[in-house]
């Protein structure tokens, strides 16, 4: 076989790149029928044909992933801890009667999919990377409400820039006067339904100017849980990062805050506080932030709510020295700048 050439790209102006869809050469797709998983296949159609009556399309059967694959300064390409993506799939199929697709076949497709589309792995110091988005549909036909007996797992990729459009821009965020989960539903799997919920109050935060939405404990309102699509952190004036935590388990256990948290107690020798959080205290935190996949660390620098507006002291202007520190260490781990702990960079070509 001939060696494969990491180097020829497609032409894409990468810097302009927005968060949003483009096709790319091939997308991974792998049915499940007859109880079990069937041969995976890299496929250059980009259309799902299913029946009308498919378990997806009445009873929201649906579960997906993020991550991404990044092009090192060697010129690697690699993504970021995808066995983590590959453990959370399985835990949110199993929360909604899927066939969990296997762990190490998830790792296995993930690097297929992104080695059939190298050229449209962004390259190193461009700001842009490849978006993984693997997902699980349920396509057998259901009409009373019940698990289906046919599913699909695919992969799609896509080349992305920043998911916030402040980037390293402080953002705003409003609180939710909704929730996004209910209180021990479904909000700490990734599941489709969590985001159709997140949909009216995130258009109206859009409305007015706002990035995202803060939401804030679905039982007593009086915790901060997190943004639509990212964890939130905080830090203290003495440098501890404060990191919110659910007793509802209704926030969605980031991959990025569980590796930041990591990063700042590894590299940064920062204190971590992992507690729930009073929304009355945040006033007292000197910056704020979120974290995830698509979002990095997105700097918050106000967060209003009807009665309140919160001006964090170190963050609101540019972004502050804490999540400074935090967003480049872990883009430098990512793109092989930084060493990385054991596991977590996973190299594909
Ligand atoms: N919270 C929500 C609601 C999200 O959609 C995401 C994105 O995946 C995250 C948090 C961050 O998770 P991760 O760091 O695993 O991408
Ligand atoms: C991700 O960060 O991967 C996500 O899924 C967030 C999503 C809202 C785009």
Redesign the pocket.
């Known amino acids: 076989m001939s060696e494969i050439d990491k180097t020829q790209k497609k032409d894409i102006d990468w810097g302009s790149l927005s968060f949003s869809y483009q096709h790319t050469d091939y997308s991974y797709a792998c049915d499940y029928k007859d109880g079990a998983w069937g041969v995976g296949r890299l496929t250059p159609d980009h259309n799902i044909v299913m029946s009308e009556c498919a378990g997806l399309l009445h009873y929201c059967q649906e579960v997906f992933e993020?991550l991404k694959a990044y092009t090192q300064k060697n010129g690697d390409i690699v993504c970021f801890r995808p066995d983590m993506n590959a453990k959370r799939m399985y835990d949110s199929a199993e929360r909604l009667c899927m066939p969990p697709f296997p762990q190490d076949r998830f790792v296995e497709a993930v690097k297929a999919v992104v080695k059939a589309n190298l050229a449209w792995v962004p390259p190193y110091g461009s700001g842009a990377t490849l978006y993984i988005r693997p997902f699980m549909i349920a396509t057998g036909d259901v009409i009373g409400v019940k698990p289906a007996l046919e599913y699909q797992f695919r992969i799609l990729v896509t080349p992305v820039g920043p998911y916030y459009k402040g980037g390293v821009t402080p953002v705003k965020l409003q609180v939710s006067k909704f929730d996004r989960a209910a209180p021990h539903g479904t909000g700490n799997i990734?599941a489709g339904l969590n985001y159709a919920m997140s949909l009216f109050p995130s258009v109206e935060a859009h409305a007015k100017g706002y990035a995202d939405n803060m939401f804030l404990d679905p039982q007593t309102r009086t915790y901060v849980e997190?943004a639509?699509?990212?964890?939130i952190l905080f830090v203290k004036d003495d440098g501890t990062l404060v990191v919110p935590q659910s007793f509802t388990d209704s926030i969605?256990p980031?991959?990025?805050?569980r590796s930041l948290v990591d990063v700042a107690q590894k590299y940064l020798g920062l204190k971590v506080e992992q507690r729930p959080v009073k929304f009355a205290e945040i006033d007292q935190f000197v910056e704020c932030g979120m974290?995830?996949?698509?979002a990095v660390i997105s700097p918050v620098g106000e967060v209003d709510s009807d009665d309140k507006k919160i001006v964090f002291r170190d963050g609101h202007v540019t972004v502050g020295p804490v999540m400074a520190k935090l967003r480049q260490t872990l883009v430098d781990i990512q793109q092989g700048d930084h060493e990385a702990p054991e596991g977590w960079i996973c190299k594909i070509a």
């Open positions: 993020g990734k997190e639509g699509g990212a964890n969605l980031s991959i990025t805050r974290c995830g996949t698509a």
